[in-house]
């Protein structure tokens, strides 16, 4: 309702300062107005009240910090022709003490609705800097988790290469029972040499049994660490995000801080106004 007002009251000031300033500048046709002209004093006047009707309803249906919010937004030399035109010339019965004085509430009124900015800028400042220490925290513990993966990953790379070194271990030494079986067949042709040949048979199977199962746990090590490098990458996306959201976060945070700054500068200036206002 707000914006509708304000938008209302903007165009009818911008239509009676046109009005305003064209009754200055009125159509003659040989030597007559023309009634059909914009500046024409009879459709002018209509157009004056007709806007005036309109501002003042719309102002009725604002609240005081509505109209004081809206009237912040009001050019000074547009405020200062309507006050003109109300008024009229302040040469008989208004002294220069009381222009000081209305330069001095407007100024007042300029500087509570700077207080006001600043206030809002300050409160969302605060809220964003909330959300940065947020973003911070969880980055860290993104971080940590990311350390712990890493580690993770180190020691799943430590479990395969030992179990690729016993792989080596047993596969060197199902070589050298083999050659072991070949010399004994060679020397030895009876039964002792096939119960020898029986054991070592059963010490190759159960050499093989273990060989399969290292392969076994090799492959599911690798899966293990497949695994494991997905998570990693995927952390290390949610890591990436997270930092180009605390950047854009920094940034914003650091287009408030301007603004408030600017917003205080003109504080100062509108401070500085009213006190030489007093002092004249």
């Excluded at 040989?30 to 806007?51: A, K, M, W, Y």
């Excluded at 809220?127 to 180190?154: M, N």
């Excluded at 016993?166 to 040499?193: F, I, N």
């Excluded at 301007?258 to 004249?280: K, M």
Aim: aromatic share 2%; charged share 30%; with cysteine.
């Amino acid at each position: 309702m707000m914006t509708d007002a304000s938008d209302m009251l903007a165009a009818a000031l911008e239509q009676m300062d046109g009005i305003i300033a064209g009754s200055k500048a009125m159509d003659y046709s040989n030597g007559l107005f023309d009634c059909q002209s914009p500046t024409s004093p009879i459709l002018g006047g209509f157009r004056v009240l007709h806007l005036l009707e309109d501002l003042r309803g719309a102002l009725e249906l604002m609240d005081n910090e509505e109209r004081d919010n809206l009237r912040c937004q009001i050019p000074d030399s547009t405020a200062e022709g309507l006050a003109e035109w109300l008024h009229g010339r302040m040469s008989n019965g208004h002294s220069l003490e009381s222009v000081y004085q209305e330069r001095l509430s407007r100024l007042e009124s300029d500087k509570e609705c700077l207080i006001l900015q600043v206030s809002v800028l300050t409160d969302q400042v605060e809220v964003q800097g909330e959300k940065i220490r947020d973003l911070d925290s969880c980055l860290d513990l993104h971080r940590e988790k990311l350390a712990a993966t890493e580690e993770l990953l180190q020691q799943e790379l430590l479990n395969r290469s030992e179990l690729e070194t016993q792989k080596l271990e047993l596969m060197t030494e199902v070589s050298s029972l083999k050659l072991k079986l070949t010399a004994v067949e060679r020397d030895h042709r009876d039964t002792e040499v096939r119960n020898t040949q029986s054991l070592f048979q059963s010490q190759i199977t159960e050499l093989r049994f273990r060989v399969t199962d290292s392969e076994n746990e090799r492959l599911q090590f690798e899966k293990q660490l497949k695994s494991t490098n997905e998570e990693l990458l995927l952390l290390q996306r949610h890591l990436e995000e997270r930092e180009l959201e605390l950047r854009i976060l920094r940034e914003e945070g650091g287009e408030k801080r301007e603004c408030q700054s600017r917003a205080e500068g003109a504080d100062r200036g509108g401070s500085c106004c009213s006190s030489s206002s007093s002092v004249s």
